[in-house]
């Protein structure tokens, strides 16, 4: 028994990696037959699809810029890359459960097995894809790869139930993301000029296009998250040393990546304003769950705080250069901005009805 649930196991997992891997190797050969590359080795396209498929997972990679050898670092990743992964190892988690015929001990251990394989086959393409050049971060394959995979094959082959805080928490961090989107959209029309140049630029043929398109699309929740800083008030970074804030624009210029031609142009402190969509969600986390408990209400603002945590972690990273090693919301300024203002708005929501009850009994009585 143990040794089929091993099988099952391996089998679903080279079938998930394959699910990802393998198309992403395809679109690599065919931009490298179209493009070329410096050496010619037939082996880069390869290489350069393992650390796609690493990149989607959260693997950072340590650089070394040619011709000059300068070190680099590229971990700001695309969290909408997030989604393959995701995806693929659902679909074959679930084949696995179908095999084993829903019986829970063998599932659980086929969860491990599925864990534990998949980490390891993830450690040994970093090194089979390492160069002198481009080195994956093997230690980020286990911190970032374990728990991962282990709580994404959770969500297959029973139902999940979410507990209140959990609910509530991160329905608001939902509500405040889907205000930050709207707002990415209506920067990126405002400053579609400054997206078509960008494009210009880059020239990027059609294949090359269609390639563009995708990533910035899989871009588009950093993107929305670093809306979300900007409205909070904190800012974010685009590159070392500079802030785009209401109050603050310290950009002197910006990659050729389509999507930062939404970026403002200079400071709007107008948009202070905004920084009253968190004090609401603070009063609104309140008012659902106020009646159940202050231990619920508590709990349900810690998870969203720490919703944003993560998210302002999975956002933000270095591009390639030093230039460039701070992209995107600040790992603590962004968060406790947030917990501040959502805290006011918590108090404003316990706190104004106490006050206005005795004077309306005041009025009464008298």
């Keep these: 028994?143990?040794?089929?649930?091993?099988?099952?196991?391996?089998?679903?997992?080279?079938?998930?990696?394959a699910l990802v891997l393998l198309p992403i190797a395809f679109l690599s050969l065919i931009a490298w037959a179209t493009a070329g590359s410096v050496t010619g080795n037939t082996s880069d396209p390869i290489r350069a699809a393992a650390w796609v498929w690493l990149g989607l997972h959260r693997v950072p990679l340590s650089l070394s810029i040619p011709p000059a050898a300068v070190e680099g670092y590229l971990s700001y990743l695309p969290v909408g890359g997030l989604l393959f992964p995701f995806l693929a190892i659902r679909s074959s988690f679930s084949r696995i459960v179908e095999r084993l015929d829903n019986d829970n001990h063998l599932v659980n251990i086929a969860r491990v097995h599925f864990t534990v394989i998949y980490c390891l086959i993830a450690e040994l393409l970093i090194f089979a894809s390492k160069t002198d050049s481009i080195r994956p971060v093997w230690y980020f394959g286990i911190a970032v790869l374990i728990p991962s995979v282990y709580l994404t094959t959770l969500t297959v082959g029973k139902k999940v139930t979410l507990t209140q805080p959990v609910n509530f928490g991160t329905r608001i961090v939902a509500l405040l993301l889907a205000i930050?989107?709207?707002f990415l959209a209506f920067s990126l029309f405002l400053h579609l000029s400054i997206v078509q140049d960008l494009i210009t630029v880059l020239r990027p043929g059609i294949f090359g296009g269609l390639l563009l398109l995708l990533i910035n699309i899989i871009y588009l929740p950093n993107a929305a998250v670093s809306a979300m800083a900007y409205l909070s008030g904190t800012g974010f970074g685009v590159g070392a040393n500079t802030l785009v804030s209401p109050l603050e624009h310290t950009v002197a210029q910006i990659p050729a990546l389509p999507i930062l031609g939404a970026l403002p142009s200079t400071e709007?402190?107008?948009?202070?304003?905004?920084?009253?969509?968190?004090v609401m969600a603070g009063a609104l986390l309140a008012s659902w769950t106020i009646t159940l408990s202050t231990k619920v209400l508590w709990q349900s603002y810690f998870v969203s705080i720490a919703s944003i945590f993560l998210l302002t972690y999975f956002s933000?990273?270095?591009?390639?250069?030093?230039?460039?090693?701070?992209v995107?919301?600040?790992?603590?300024?962004?968060p406790l901005s947030v917990a501040i203002e959502m805290g006011f708005g918590i108090a404003l929501a316990i706190f104004i009805p106490q006050i206005s009850l005795p004077s309306r009994k005041s009025k009464i009585d008298g």
Aim: aromatic fraction near 18%; avoid cysteine; hydrophobic fraction near 50%.
């Design 1 to 17: 028994m143990f040794q089929r649930v091993l099988w099952i196991s391996l089998s679903q997992v080279l079938r998930s990696i």
């Design 268 to 278: 709007h402190p107008q948009f202070l304003f905004s920084i009253f969509f968190f």
């Design 316 to 326: 933000s990273g270095s591009l390639l250069t030093q230039e460039m090693s701070t």
């Design 328 to 334: 995107g919301p600040s790992l603590w300024k962004f």
């Design 180 to 182: 930050s989107a709207l």
